[in-house]
């Protein structure tokens, strides 16, 4: 069983920035990990991931604005993101496969003047 924590998520205007982290409670072991998001009244829907080869994959919607790291040393994951936008509001929720998938529970991110 793997515990992932996130946080960081928090207001911000638009064109502003916020770190998000995920900390699992274990020494990586994943094949693929990640982050989804959840808008209100719609399906959660993939942000961006990365495999345990290192390659990573973005959601069109974010490209070239949020960047996926981690810091093996610390079994933390991260989102980078940049030039919010209102849209980006959203639950995010840490992804982590193993042997299943594991959720996190969620930090809210709201973009808003």
């Known amino acids: 069983q793997v515990q992932l924590v996130e946080s960081g998520g928090g207001s911000v205007q638009p064109g502003g920035s916020l770190r998000l982290s995920c900390a699992a409670s274990?020494?990586?072991?994943?094949?693929?990990m990640g982050w989804y998001r959840q808008a209100p009244g719609k399906e959660r829907v993939h942000v961006a991931h990365i495999t345990d080869s290192g390659f990573t994959r973005y959601a069109d919607s974010v490209k070239g604005r949020f960047t996926i790291s981690g810091d093996i040393a610390k079994n933390t994951m991260y989102l980078q993101m940049n030039s919010l936008k209102p849209e980006d509001t959203a639950v995010y929720y840490c992804w982590y496969v193993k042997d299943r998938p594991y959720w996190g529970q969620g930090t809210q991110v709201t973009v808003s003047s």
């Open positions: 274990e020494r990586f072991s994943f094949n693929v």
